[in-house]
């Protein structure tokens, strides 16, 4: 029986498929009894991928690991060649691979032991980044999340809390989700199967130890996926999950973010806004006018307020680690609860 199928979307990958598969050829696990499966899915390339991809279909063969290939004429997009290369798998475990991202030797040792103990979580790990040190921000925010973090900071523009080129699961994680979203290029698949698994009570969990090296290039199927519409599925899962369940909230911000989070929001959750709140002393003791262009009227005047005197609940509309630590020290400062009297939308 296989034990593991690594799932890899290929779309034009011939600069990356080489140091890929030499990095699953590497894998501590093979030495084991485990059964492993390679299923690849070339979504439509036209370039040197199909060539190169037989050229490892038979070097694996001889090595005696199963490696399918199937795949599509034309591009539909990355979530209809994973769940392709899914729907021809036969692994209990599901460990996704990005073509153009390498893994470390015992990637699917240390995941497949995570997944064993736990059927209903993503397991994903820590990573490293090449070019180094490329977005720096970024990958200190993925790597030292803390496991309540990986559930609450999921409202940020970094997306799922585990990235999605380390995922590994139990098959019955996809399976109740029910595979990724197919309307194509531009729409962030992983992060609306991220939402669908934690709103029917899937877990998360990290290996924290560095697991893969995530490639950082302008090709990149992430920069096909626009902030607006990563910023729609996020505000309507903010006012349908959290915003419901309060009576009134504070927006930390008067500036650009805060207000364009405020305009976004239905007229139920615009009532419940009671101010704003910054450390801008041109800002504090003003009030934001809130204007309809379509009615052609103002909708709401909201005071601004220092943060100190802020009342939870909070929705944070500050970007993390981009102020030498002193948005940190006045958020530490308030003594509150992330997830319970504030969430952060940034």
Not at 18 to 24: A, G, H, R, V
Not at 101 to 107: G, K, L, N, S, V
Request: aromatic share 10%; net charge positive.
């Amino acid at each position: 029986m296989i034990k593991v199928s690594i799932i890899i979307p290929v779309y034009n990958g011939e600069k990356w498929i080489d140091n890929c598969f030499k990095s699953i050829a590497g894998q501590s696990i093979f030495k084991s009894e485990a059964k492993l499966e390679i299923v690849v899915f070339d979504d439509g390339s036209n370039d040197r991928s199909k060539q190169m991809l037989k050229k490892w279909t038979a070097y694996f063969k001889e090595t005696g690991i199963e490696f399918v290939l199937t795949g599509s004429s034309k591009s539909r997009g990355v979530g209809a060649a994973k769940n392709g290369a899914i729907s021809v798998s036969k692994g209990q475990f599901l460990c996704f691979q990005d073509i153009d991202d390498m893994m470390h030797p015992h990637r699917i040792e240390l995941q497949l032991q995570a997944a064993e103990q736990n059927h209903n979580a993503i397991i994903g790990s820590q990573i490293s980044r090449i070019p180094f040190n490329s977005t720096p921000r970024f990958v200190r925010w993925a790597n030292n999340l803390n496991q309540k973090q990986l559930k609450l900071q999921i409202y940020t523009a970094n997306g799922p809390t585990l990235l999605m080129p380390t995922w590994f699961c139990h098959r019955s994680v996809y399976e109740k989700v029910g595979g990724f979203d197919e309307t194509g290029k531009g729409t962030p698949e992983d992060l609306i199967f991220f939402y669908s698994h934690l709103d029917l009570g899937g877990d998360l969990h990290r290996v924290n130890e560095e697991l893969l090296i995530y490639t950082y290039h302008e090709g990149a199927a992430t920069f096909s996926v626009g902030r607006e519409k990563i910023w729609q599925i996020q505000i309507e899962r903010l006012q349908s999950k959290i915003l419901p369940f309060w009576k009134r909230f504070i927006v930390w911000n008067a500036g650009k973010a805060g207000r364009k989070l405020v305009r976004s929001l239905n007229q139920d959750n615009l009532n419940k806004l009671e101010a704003f709140c910054d450390v801008d002393e041109n800002k504090i003791n003003t009030n934001v006018e809130l204007y309809c262009p379509l009615k052609r009227k103002v909708l709401k005047s909201v005071p601004v307020i220092h943060f100190s005197e802020a009342k939870p609940p909070l929705i944070v509309c500050v970007k993390l680690d981009m102020t030498n630590g002193q948005f940190e020290q006045n958020l530490k400062s308030m003594n509150l609860i992330e997830g319970i009297d504030y969430f952060l939308f940034c």
